[in-house]
C-alpha cells in the first residue's frame, strides 16, 4: 500500500509564502512525474505544477512566476515553495505521483488578511 502525506499549509496573510511537502511511503520504488494540484469548492482539481524525473518542470499559469517546485528521488519527495500569495492561491493542494497514480489527502492553504 502506498501513501502519499502532505504538510506545510497553513493560513498566511497576502505576500507572503509557505512551503508545501509530500512524501510516499510503502511499496514504492521510483515515480516518474510528481506534482500539486488545487482544489477550491464548485471548481475542478487544477494543475499547479509537476515535475518530471529527469528535473523538467511544467506550471500551470497562476503558479508561473510565483511557485518553484522541486523533488528529492531518493526519499520520494515533492516540495511546493509558493511565493507572493494571493487570495485566489486559496485551496486544498493535493500531491500527485504518477504512474501509476496515487493522491495525497491534501493540505488546506488559505490566503487572506
Known amino acids: 500500500q502506498v501513501q502519499l502525506v502532505e504538510s506545510g499549509g497553513g493560513l498566511v496573510q497576502p505576500g507572503g509564502s509557505l512551503n508545501l511537502s509530500c512524501v510516499a511511503s510503502g511499496n514504492i520504488f521510483r515515480v516518474n512525474t510528481m506534482g500539486w494540484y488545487r482544489q477550491v469548492p464548485g471548481r475542478q482539481r487544477e494543475l499547479v505544477a509537476h515535475i518530471n524525473n529527469d528535473g523538467s518542470a511544467n506550471y500551470g499559469d497562476s503558479a508561473k512566476g510565483r511557485f518553484i517546485i522541486s523533488r528529492d528521488n531518493a526519499k520520494l519527495a515533492v516540495f511546493l515553495e509558493m511565493n507572493s500569495l494571493k487570495p485566489e492561491d486559496t485551496g486544498v493542494y493535493y500531491c500527485?505521483?504518477?504512474?501509476?497514480?496515487?493522491w495525497g489527502q491534501g493540505t488546506q492553504v488559505t490566503v487572506s488578511s
Open positions: 500527485h505521483f504518477f504512474p501509476p497514480q496515487y
